[in-house]
């Protein structure tokens, strides 16, 4: 069934700000390098900021999550885009490694109610029929942002603009973009059909609805736990790895990363259509396999050509499995709490996968390591477990969806 015009703006509200909220995560990951050089600390120092971010995302999940509940996911997602918009951008100004840290902890919880919140949005407005679809292009705003990125960093940084060399304060001045999507979803999105349908009807607590499905929520947990350090593990560090161990230079970085992000939004497009013939739990598995044979392309090669290739492919079964997860989580999901329960949950799996990036970082720094074997490492046993938990889930393609189960 074709969207209609409304649900397409829906959609597309809900595509940008994701693409946006990653957008300024990912700047970050081009920036390691140099904000260490700047306070005189070593990149594993730096990296606890992607730990901060990722820690505290499940806060905002469940802040902005149970207002979304109550008062509509459109309003919430609103407040949602233009308070991460405006907290990265303050990064710009920190004045010491502890301020960034804490800044970035901050960023991480207004960062971590969008998804939530844009995922519902739009799983409610559209049929079943365009789930997955739908899915695969809202999960594909997360390449889309770290290709917005690679080409921002590509283009601009170290440039003289104005008088002024572009640094990496400059770059967090950029955050504050995304807070303009908020004119187009107040004056072209509606709320979501099923919350408005049910907003004067009674529905159950969180806690209620929690103690009847708990066992589900846990698993999903673990589950994206697994998630979290699949798609971590093989983008945060990727540009470092580019530039410390093998020495290329910024453009180069950023043209690989950007080959890496079509080959993601590529991959989600595609599995998320696919889930809707082969269902969600094989699309992920089918994903998760192409990962493996692409691992030493993709960590081991010396020439740009060869580790684009790699990173292609990697990125397509990275986020091929992670097109399935927005619609696979809402069907999980009771209605009465899909605003908090699949945003809660995927940040809550964050949490438990946020010490990643650091661990990585520590094991490439090692001696006699490298950060292709911590990447090649973390890719490749998070891939296996990936394919064996999957295979426990439960399959509910296509139900409907309403707020009131």
């Not at 597309?12 to 990951?29: C, E, I, K, Q, Y």
């Not at 603009?161 to 967090?172: E, L, P, Q, S």
């Not at 490492?377 to 189960?405: D, H, K, N, W, Y």
Request: aromatic letters at 12%; glycine letters at 10%; a neutral charge.
């Amino acid at each position: 069934m074709p969207l209609s015009s409304q649900q397409k703006k829906t959609v597309l509200a809900s595509f940008l700000g994701w693409t946006l909220d990653a957008f300024d995560f990912f700047l970050l990951t081009f920036l390691l390098t140099d904000i260490a050089a700047e306070f005189q600390v070593g990149v594993p120092a730096v990296s606890e900021a992607l730990f901060f971010t990722l820690a505290t995302r499940f806060i905002g999940a469940f802040i902005f999550g149970r207002l979304a509940d109550r008062f509509g996911r459109k309003p919430i997602l609103m407040l949602n885009i233009v308070s991460y918009s405006v907290i990265g951008a303050l990064a710009a100004f920190s004045p010491n490694l502890m301020v960034f840290l804490i800044l970035r902890a901050i960023f991480g919880i207004a960062m971590g109610g969008e998804w939530g919140l844009g995922s519902s949005l739009a799983m409610e407005s559209i049929p079943p029929s365009a789930r997955g679809l739908v899915s695969g292009l809202l999960q594909a705003g997360y390449p889309a942002g770290y290709l917005l990125a690679a080409i921002v960093y590509g283009l601009i940084y170290g440039q003289t603009i104005g008088g002024h060399v572009v640094g990496w304060r400059t770059m967090f001045l950029l955050s504050v973009l995304p807070a303009l999507i908020v004119l187009f979803i107040r004056s072209h999105v509606p709320e979501s059909p099923a919350f408005t349908e049910a907003r004067d009807q009674a529905k159950p607590s969180l806690v209620e609805t929690l103690s009847r499905h708990w066992g589900i929520a846990l698993y999903a947990v673990v589950l994206m736990m697994f998630f979290n350090l699949f798609s971590h593990g093989t983008q945060d560090l990727y540009p470092t790895f580019l530039k410390k161990q093998l020495g290329l230079d910024a453009h180069t970085v950023s043209w690989i990363t950007i080959v890496a992000n079509i080959g993601a939004i590529v991959g989600g497009l595609a599995f998320g259509t696919l889930s809707e013939r082969i269902g969600r739990v094989n699309a992920i598995t089918i994903a998760c396999l192409i990962a493996l044979p692409s691992l030493s392309l993709w960590a081991y090669s010396t020439t740009p050509m060869m580790l684009a290739a790699g990173a292609f492919v990697m990125q397509i079964a990275v986020q091929g499995a992670w097109g399935v997860i927005p619609v696979h989580l809402n069907e999980l999901s009771p209605g009465s709490v899909r605003a908090t329960l699949p945003g809660f949950i995927y940040q809550a799996g964050n949490l438990a996968a946020s010490k990643g990036d650091v661990i990585q970082a520590y094991i490439a720094e090692a001696p006699g390591s490298s950060y292709g074997y911590a990447l090649a490492l973390f890719a490749g046993v998070v891939a296996i477990c990936i394919i064996v938990v999957i295979r426990f889930s439960p399959e509910r393609r296509g139900q409907v969806m309403t707020v009131l189960e």
